[in-house]
T-cell receptor
Framework: NAGVTQTPKFRILKIGQSMTLQCTQD?????MYWYRQDPGMGLKLIYYSVGAGITDKGEVPNGYNVSRSTTEDFPLRLELAAPSQTSVYFC??????????????FGEGSWLTVV | QKEVEQNSGPLSVPEGAIASLNCTYS??????FFWYRQYSGKSPELIMS????GDKEDGRFTAQLNKASQYVSLLIRDSQPSDSATYLC??????????FGTGTRLTVIP
């Protein structure tokens, strides 16, 4: 019963380094999302995808890139890490955006610190 | 104006009391509303969704929606210490974008 799996769970990056957060889901969901959550704050949408080959920017896309080559995978790339990217990152998926299938399922989160 | 607003709390209630959590939203044509619970260090989990005006009950939880007032609330009856968490309100706007509030931290005191 995997659901949404994201790795790594914890990572410390130095300023200017790059890394990729991996995300995979086994529910055959069309929609996938990347959110970040800063301490004491709500979730901010970074990027989302409505299907393989299609991605779009959310509220806070600067400094990130994504790709969606398969239905299952939606990696998030951080280029030139900055301290402002220190956050908890959640990958999520849903069957649809509206209606009964719009329940969003979250991964367990990735804690990223940029020093 | 933020798309979704919540009081950050903390809200403290004694065990067995009713906890009332409130949320307002700015987009009048929003159609879908959700309450997520997030324990410290964990990911959000969906506890209620509501789409029509009125009340929706699920066990000890009741979601209330008033579209005219652009207001959605969550009532937790017979609050338990295990209900202590941050509760996030989320709204799908008319443009099909999902926005989260900053969350209300609830503490249930034994």
């Amino acid at each position: 019963n995997a659901g949404v799996t994201q790795t790594p769970k914890f990572r410390i990056l130095k300023i200017g380094q790059s890394m990729t957060l991996q995300c995979t889901q086994d529910m055959n969901h069309n929609y996938m999302y990347w959110y970040r959550q800063d301490p004491g704050m709500g979730l901010k949408l970074i990027y989302y995808s409505v299907g393989a080959g299609i991605t779009d920017k959310g509220e806070v896309p600067n400094g990130y890139n994504v790709s969606r080559s398969t239905t299952e995978d939606f990696p998030l790339r951080l280029e030139l890490a900055a301290p402002s990217q220190t956050s908890v990152y959640f990958c999520a998926s849903s069957y649809s955006r509206t209606g009964a299938g719009n329940t969003i399922y979250f991964g367990e989160g990735s804690w990223l610190t940029v020093v | 104006q933020k798309e979704v607003e919540q009081n950050s709390g903390p809200l403290s209630v004694p065990e067995g009391a009713i906890a009332s959590l409130n949320c307002t939203y700015s987009d009048r044509v929003s159609q879908s509303f959700f309450w997520y619970r997030q324990y410290s260090g964990k990911s959000p989990e969906l506890i209620m969704s509501i789409y029509s005006n009125g009340d929706k009950e699920d066990g000890r939880f009741t979601a209330q929606l008033n579209k005219a007032s652009q207001y959605v609330s969550l009532l937790i009856r017979d609050s338990q210490p295990s209900d202590s968490a941050t509760y996030l309100c989320a709204v799908i706007t008319g443009a099909n974008n999902l926005f989260f509030g900053t969350g209300t931290r609830l503490t249930v005191i034994p």
